[in-house]
Nanobody, 126 residues
Framework: QVQLVESGGGLVQAGASLRLSCVASGGTFSNYLIGWFRQAPGKEREFVSAIAWTNGNTYSPNSMKGRFTVSRDNAKNTVNLQMNTLKPEDTAVYYC???????????????????WGRGTQVTVSS
């Protein structure tokens, strides 16, 4: 059973940086895409970024490019999300998710991801 565990969230001031980590276990991920999503209170889950486990190709919506960078460490089964120049509107629970590359649905569609972590809270104060 695939398990994803996020860490690295916390309370920071606007302008600070945070690095979130997602440790994956319980499967082989060679054909997987690992994604990061976030959900703020009262809002829909939002796609942040994703990375292909095998070749490291990354995917991000334009709104996330520039401040958010996803990377992977295959040896540690870990995917990281580096977040810079954080803003209060970045406050949300951040989730790590995994999907097969061949699954139906766009890279940014939460419905296409079969496995989810429990999330880590990121709070940015002004």
């Amino acid at each position: 059973q695939v398990q994803l565990v996020e860490s690295g969230g916390g309370l920071v001031q606007a302008g600070a940086s945070l690095r979130l980590s997602c440790v994956a276990s319980g499967g082989t991920f060679s054909n997987y895409l690992i994604g990061w999503f976030r959900q703020a209170p009262g809002k829909e889950r939002e796609f942040v970024s994703a990375i292909a486990w095998t070749n490291g190709n990354t995917y991000s919506p334009n709104s996330m490019k520039g401040r958010f960078t996803v990377s992977r460490d295959n040896a540690k089964n870990t995917v990281n999300l580096q977040m810079n120049t954080l803003k209060p509107e970045d406050t949300a629970v951040y989730y790590c998710a995994a999907r097969d590359l061949r699954a139906i649905g766009g890279v940014g569609s939460p419905l296409a991801y079969a496995y989810w972590g429990r999330g880590t809270q990121v709070t940015v104060s002004s």
